[in-house]
């Protein structure tokens, strides 16, 4: 930004929050996934019709179904039946991952912008946030999910919305490594997690998953009120960022380590169960991988 004066945090959020309209419009089926996460009154029979008419998604929840994670015996060759096994939840889980990971592969980024690691990042997030909900009380558990995959689409829209910022934080970062938010308030006044649950608002997710992710690295400023034995949404989704961090799957700029990811996980007080929720993780994630 040499020559030019800082923006303004208004001028920062509105340029970025125009970058959505960069990306490629929503499908039916995700149109009904968001809604669902409203809890609006939604058909799962419908979004099985919907994903009967989407070729390429049929064919991976098809493939995911059949896939050694699941186990069955025989094959299961319709949706409808797909859908009773996998279950509401992680058929959800499942389609919006996939739609919005085809979706952001068509956006073109700047240079040194993989988004591969980007959705696999997310997507790893959100599958590791929701498997954390589950045995004990968790404020919205049931936006685990989501929260976690669109937990850094703040990041993108600076991408594409602020080229300029984005390589200057990049270059700042590989000069000095050190918490990515210290160089996003230098260069933007604000984080990209702000700039996250600003988009999430626009496209009207419930505010709990909103307020999760914009306090997913301080959660303890997260002003949410909880029952003295729950555990606020933007803690887990904090925890499952710093664990996948330190699995080296995210951005170069985010890069965290095992050991960091391993304590994060340790203070949730999970005990025996911890290495039951990683190894079902390992599982969940390595075979969706295959889909990105």
């Known amino acids: 930004m040499t020559g030019s004066a800082a923006p303004t945090n208004v ?43 989407d ?6 929840v098809l493939r995911l179904v059949n896939s050694a994670l699941y186990g069955l015996r025989g ?3 319709s949706i409808r039946h797909a859908v009773s096994l996998l279950g509401i939840a992680k058929l959800r889980n499942a389609t919006l991952s996939m739609s919005v990971a085809r979706m952001w592969s068509q956006v073109k980024t700047p240079p040194g912008w993989s988004m591969a690691r980007f959705n696999l990042h997310s997507v790893g997030v959100a599958i590791l946030a929701d498997l954390l909900t589950q045995g004990q009380a968790v404020d919205y558990a049931e936006g685990a999910f989501a929260a976690g995959l669109f937990h850094d689409l703040g990041l993108l829209l600076v991408a594409l919305g602020l080229p300029e910022e984005y390589k200057q934080i990049s270059l700042l970062h590989q000069q000095s490594p050190k918490w990515i938010i210290e160089y996003e308030l230098q260069v933007l006044g ?8 600003e988009a999430l608002a626009v496209w009207n997710l419930p ?38 961090r330190g699995t080296g799957t ?16 340790e203070s949730l007080g999970l005990g025996e169960r911890l290495p039951v929720v990683l190894s079902e993780f390992e599982s969940e994630f390595s075979t969706i991988q295959s889909y990105f």
């Open 207 to 244: 505010e709990p998953i909103q307020r999760a992710v914009r306090f997913t690295e301080t959660p303890d400023s997260d002003p949410t009120v909880v029952a003295p034995d729950e555990i606020r949404l933007s803690r887990i989704l904090n925890v499952a960022d710093r664990y996948v």
């Open 250 to 265: 995210s951005l170069s700029l985010f890069e965290g380590t095992r050991e960091d990811g391993q304590q994060a996980l």
């Open 75 to 77: 094959t299961v060759n």
């Open 11 to 53: 001028n920062v959020k509105d340029q970025a929050l125009r970058a959505l309209a960069q990306l490629p419009p929503f499908s039916p089926i995700l149109n009904r996934l968001i809604a669902s996460l409203a809890q609006e009154d939604v058909s799962f029979a419908k979004i099985s019709d919907l994903i009967e008419k």
């Open 190 to 197: 604000m984080t990209h997690l702000e700039l996250s649950a």
């Open 55 to 60: 070729t390429a998604l049929a064919g991976n």
